[in-house]
């Protein structure tokens, strides 16, 4: 494929991906009709389908691109750099999330999917912790998984509340999680 | 006012709540109509409504119940036991919260109200955490607030996450919960 044209195409998915994260965030996931999305992105449904099969795989395709990018700030600026990036993220783009999650428990396979959505991601995560964990920055008397589960749940509780209005003050409970997860003396 | 029809309308508040939980978590807030409310509850939509004015009212006297049994579980078995009452709570009814919260974003005179809902059980609360800094249970060189929304987080990452289809297993993280909040040595 020439060049000229790949560049072409990955333009037109950054259109597309760029416009529906701004119609979802304003209509919610439900909301976000096809007329709306074909008018925020500035392509027809037929140019939009092209690229992206349906409507949930581009949102699909949004949480997987976020997914890649809160994994390369942690590893790059550490824990605390990702808590903080969530709990100053859109609220109302964390709403969609909550929409789509709450789908979730009605339907496994879909369940099962999202959950392995990012397997290369979730290797890197785990290796990151690992390395955290030899280098002595966080404490090894428990799984690296537990630790990395247990980081899940706060980002998920500020997610939460972050999206429904409640502004997460996080500064000064960082203490308490560095606290978590330090090395025992 | 006689005590018989105190009973009797204690009873009633009683049928209606039960009724109407089961309908929330079976249909989602939304998607619970009154029709269905009144078939489930076993009471006409106008003896249900004499007891509360609006399906939101029942929403929110199961919500503050709730609240109230939660302080209770804390106050008497600790946060841990606390912790594991959300994580075995039904995932169907844990949704139906999420979805209100999802709403309140967009509705500040309802987010001021639900923040505000149980004063003094957060009076309670905050009471309650400050008498555990004071015996030494748990650290005190962070404020008591900080320690309650720091908990609080948690809590809302394991409904979340519950709410979703993915159980928590929480006893491998207790551990790190104990530790961040601990006195420390």
Redesign the interface.
């Known amino acids: 494929m020439p060049k000229r044209s790949e560049e072409h195409l990955e333009a037109r998915r950054r259109q597309i991906l760029d416009g529906a994260r701004v119609t979802f965030s304003r209509y919610g996931y439900e909301g976000a009709t096809v007329a709306k999305l074909e008018e925020e992105i500035g392509l027809s449904r037929g140019a939009i389908f092209n690229y992206y099969p349906s409507k949930y795989e581009i949102f699909y395709a949004l949480a997987s691109e976020q997914q890649a990018q809160a994994l390369e700030i942690w590893q790059e600026r550490g824990f605390e750099a990702l808590l903080r990036e969530i709990a100053e993220e859109n609220?109302?783009w964390l709403?969609v999330y909550?929409?789509h999650?709450?789908h979730?428990?009605?339907d496994?396979e879909l369940?099962a999917r999202w959950?392995n959505r990012t397997p290369e991601d979730d290797v890197r995560a785990r290796d990151h912790m690992v390395e955290l964990q030899a280098s002595g920055e966080i404490r090894d008397d428990?799984?690296a998984e537990?630790?990395g589960?247990?980081l899940?749940?706060?980002?998920?509780?500020?997610?939460?509340?972050t999206?429904?209005?409640?502004p997460?003050?996080l500064e000064?409970?960082l203490?308490?999680?560095r606290?978590?997860?330090a090395p025992r003396?």
């Open positions: 609220p109302e709403g909550l929409e999650v709450r979730l428990r009605t496994p369940r959950q428990v799984s537990t630790i589960k247990f899940g749940l706060l980002a998920d509780g500020i997610a939460l509340q999206s429904a209005g409640f997460v003050d000064p409970m203490g308490l999680i606290d978590a997860i003396k």
